[in-house]
Structure formats: structure tokens, C-alpha cells
């Protein structure tokens, strides 16, 4: 065979081995993280942030506690805090929920809250506005060093995740964005519309295609 | 060239035209048909149901008149019926919406009502509980004769669309169900979560992959 076809049959293997290989889905509902200073005036200069129950993601949390957030066209109570603390407060929302807002965030990558709308958060002890951050979460997996290794795939790659197959709504996925970390556990993040299109949950996998 | 050479030549050809050719988008929220019956019961023996607007689909269109629906668990205001009259009720939801509503209706092409859980139907004027009727809809394509013969289509074939491919959000549905008849107009349509998936409207389009 030539060199080519060698190259030509080696990542069509390399894919096929991929697409075999499970992705646990954790699917987000609408959420937000909050800055240390942000969380003091809303909850109280006392108060700490107390975990309701461990993601899969090694230290992340998702909170007790929970706030309001509002515009002038729509709102939303109790929706939840992720811990812990960032070094800005994102809110993380549906297309529906957008559309219920008033608001045309973009489909961002967590932490890239430039250009972004903000909200009012009102929860027990105050009220804080933000002047950005609120984004629609661009889909994308968490992989570890070592899985990365093992699904051939590297930082900032875009790949199509196939996802509900087995149900009445498969979907293809694309332009997923793949994270690798020490930090983190390997996880396809979508939001409900997403899941909900693909009719998938978090006991559900997705594949690399 | 063999005889196989030229039929898979063909076929690849046939399927790079066919995914060449817009489907124009049209996205449902929740809406219910009614039967003229129940319609009746709930806005008064006298009344008829008024045009909103047209839809895509020839006959086809949102009423004025709007119930609200409810559950044990749930409800939602203002739902609008779609008209002319059906033979048989029938309510569809999205996935979030059955959620609120703590029902877990299948995913069914329209008028495939057996074994789907019912609801409570509240209008000014009266009240039906219909014992089934409560669908997700099977995402799929309207198409005329003329349009099924232009993409090589057969009634009840089953299909993957594009969506989106130039947004932040490119999809492939898989298990799109293709609908052939003279009294129909060409259209996609997706639920309001599928449509955000991808996020496209009302004035995009998808391409049959």
C-alpha cells in the first residue's frame, strides 16, 4: 500500500475506535456563578456558599442556594448557584429562556463574557446588576489529559458528538468544543433544548463522529 | 466503469443535489387541534374558530382561540389551536413542557394517538378532559409530489437534516420523517427546542444530508 492509503486507513480506524467510545452527558439547566463580592451582597457578608450535591466535575457544586434574576421583559426565581466562586458572574441560560428575557446572549464558552448582556440578581440580602454575562453555554466535552490521549483529540478541537441513537430523536451535534484539564472529568456538557432535542439525559452517552 | 461504479457515482450525485436544496424552516410551540366537538364544548356552540394567521401549510392556520392546559402537576396559559377541525384532539408539547407538566407523552407523528397520556382543556366556556391525545411531535417534512420527485423522496422515508451549519449551533436531526402529499407545501418542522438546538427560525433552512 502506499504511504497515503496507509495514512487514509489509519485515521479511518482512529475514528471508527473514537465513535465506539462512551461520553457521559450532563445536561445544564439554566444556572449561574457568582463572584465572591457579587455573593456577599446577595446572600449576606456571613453567608458561604453550601453544596446541595457534587457535579462530575472534580470541585465543582451545585449550590443551595439560589437568586432571581430579572429584566424588564421576563424572569426567572430560584434559579441555582454553581460553586465555587469565579473571578466573574456568569449566567448561563436556555434560548428559551433568553427569548422569555428579552435578551440575545451569544453561545459563548464559559468565562468569555465580553460583549454580553447583563440581568439584575436579586437574592435574600440584596440586589446586584451586571453589566454582561449572561450567555447561552457553547456545547462542549470535558476531557482529562489521559482521555484525550485515548480519543485522539486535542485542546480547542471541534468535533460532532452523536448523541440519542437509540431513541425516537437522534442528533448530530457539531461544532462542540473539546476542553482538556487535569481539572476536569470527561463529560459532554449541553443545555435542556439541547438534550431535550436529542430526547437524552445525564444517565445517557454521546459519541465522537 | 462496472455497473456498481456507476450506480454508487449516481447515488452520490443524487444525494450532493439533494443537499443543495433549501427546506424552508417552520418552528412549532405548543398548540393543540381540536375536533369540533370539543371545540364547541369549550368556546361555545355558536362559535367558529378564527384565522390568527395563515401557515405554510395550504388550509392550515392559528386561530385566535387559545385554551389553557393543565395537569396534576402543571399548566400552561394561552395554548392556540391550530385549525380547520380534527377528527381527534390533539395536544403538542415540547419535552420541557412535558416535564412541567409531569407527563411523559411518546414522540408520534400527528394523529398517531394511541396509548398518549390525556389532559385537562380549559376554555371560556367550558372544560374537556380528553383521556389521550398529549404528543411530542416526530420532527418531519411536508412535501408535495412535485417537490418529493425534485429530492428523490418517498412517502415515509426517513432522513437526516442540517440545520444551522452557519450559526453557532450546526445540527444534524436524524429520524426526520419525510410526509408526501398534493396538500402539502414543502417545510420543515421542528419543536421550539429543536429549533433552538440549531438555533434556526422561521426563515431558515435545512438541508436533507
Known sequence: ????????????????????????????????????????????????????????QPGFFACNEAVNIETEKGAFKNVRMIGPYRTRTQIEVSMGDAVKLG?????????????????????????????????????????TPADARNFGIEDKQIVRVRCGEKGDRGVVFEQVLCRVSDKFALELHLDVEEANAAMVGNSDFGYIV
Open 1 to 56: 500500500m502506499s504511504s497515503d492509503s496507509d495514512k487514509i486507513a489509519a485515521e479511518i480506524g482512529k475514528r471508527m475506535d473514537r465513535a465506539s467510545k462512551p461520553i457521559p452527558i450532563g445536561v445544564s439547566n439554566r444556572h449561574l456563578h457568582l463572584t465572591k463580592e457579587d455573593f456577599k451582597t446577595l446572600f449576606g457578608q456571613e453567608a458561604e456558599p453550601t453544596v446541595y450535591r457534587q457535579l462530575r
Open 103 to 143: 435578551l440575545k446572549p451569544p453561545v459563548r464558552a464559559s468565562g468569555s463574557l465580553d460583549n454580553t448582556p447583563g440581568i439584575k440578581i436579586t437574592g435574600p440580602k440584596g440586589t446586584v446588576t451586571v453589566q454582561g454575562g449572561v450567555i447561552l453555554s457553547k456545547r462542549h466535552i470535558h476531557f
